[in-house]
């Protein structure tokens, strides 16, 4: 049964430990092909509005929906104007009498908070300058198939910026014990209320500049060095963090059964090269597709109680 229904999913912490099991058990189920032909959404539409760029964010939330029996719309900034054509809260009113979901990729995630305030129905978080919990679900699906469900220990390493990625791989460092080292170059680090959060809860974070921390790491995850939004530093940045690129070399030096992720889009020549995400201990392809198995299942433990209202 559906394990969250009807509430929003802004940040991984919108999530306890245990439904994220549940969700991650769906996921796997889902990928095995278990489900062909359950259609749980029949009926129900879900809107995917958009202030930024996407490959796999939109597609896999549309065939996501379109698999599990429901319906996605697309609907890009230059149609709606989120903020700008109308304010967020008339765009949330009106939303939710049409729609069952709303998914968002936005600049801020106070828009997020804005329209889950101002709309009945299920918002999602689908990347903000702060946070990008779907990713991490995938990632951890990923994770999963390579070490088993119990990651407690296990050494999860983020190097580069301390971005929307970084940040929400610390929400995952509480939610599974897994043991996660972020490297940054000074005055990169990940966000202060996030940081907050691995205190309040009680997790132990590793923050570093120090490259060493890579060795035996069970897991190297990487990201771009210059996010949506930010290309005015690009010159900046891209000075800021020579040194931190992930290399077929630095792989070598992981855990025997260790693996390299990447969120994707990569910015190659910066932050890893083409030899990186080919190498063996790569598996950002099959991270890529997981973003489509673990959407469906986040999709059902949302929605999956929802009756269609017409
Ligand atoms: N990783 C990710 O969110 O990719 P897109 O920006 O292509 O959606
Ligand atoms: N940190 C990147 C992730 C893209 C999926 C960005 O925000 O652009």
């Known amino acids: 049964a559906p394990v969250m229904a009807g509430r929003d999913f802004l940040s991984n912490l919108d999530m306890t430990a245990a ?4 969700v991650m058990d769906t996921a796997h189920s889902m990928k095995r092909g278990e489900w062909r032909g359950v259609k749980p959404l029949t009926g129900l539409s879900l809107a995917l509005v958009f202030e930024k ?8 939330f549309d065939v996501g929906m379109y698999q599990l029996g429901g319906h996605a719309i697309t609907l890009s900034n230059t149609e709606i104007g989120l903020g700008t054509r109308e304010r967020v809260s008339d765009v949330a009113r009106n939303l939710e009498r049409w729609v069952d979901g709303v998914m968002g990729r936005v600049y801020l995630q106070q828009t997020l908070h804005e329209l889950a305030d101002h709309a009945a129905i ?17 990632d951890y699906q990923t994770i999963e198939e390579e070490f088993g469900p119990d990651l407690r220990g296990k050494r999860v390493v983020y190097i580069g910026d301390g971005n929307n990625l970084a940040n929400s791989h610390i929400h995952m460092g509480i939610l599974t014990g897994s043991d996660v080292t972020i490297v940054t170059p000074v005055g990169y680090e990940p966000n202060a209320g996030v940081l907050m959060d691995a205190v309040d809860s009680g997790t132990r974070i590793t923050l570093t500049r120090d490259l060493a921390a890579i060795e035996g790491a069970d897991v190297l995850y990487t990201d771009v060095w210059i996010s949506m939004g930010m290309e005015a530093e690009a010159d900046i940045r891209r000075r800021a963090f020579r040194g931190y690129q992930v290399t077929p070399g630095m792989l070598d030096t992981l855990a025997p059964e260790g693996i390299f992720l990447h969120c994707l889009p990569a910015h190659y020549g910066e932050e890893t090269v083409p030899e990186a995400t080919e190498h063996p201990k790569s598996r950002v392809f099959d991270q890529a597709e997981n973003r489509l198995h673990a959407q469906k299942a986040l999709l059902y433990h949302l929605l999956g109680d929802t009756k269609p209202r017409w």
């Not at 299920?122 to 995938?138: C, E, K, R, T």
């Open 19 to 22: 439904e994220l099991r549940a």
């Open 53 to 60: 760029s996407s490959l796999r964010t939109r597609t896999t």
């Open 122 to 138: 299920s918002v999602i978080n689908g990347l903000s300058d702060m946070l990008h919990p779907a990713q991490l679900l995938a």
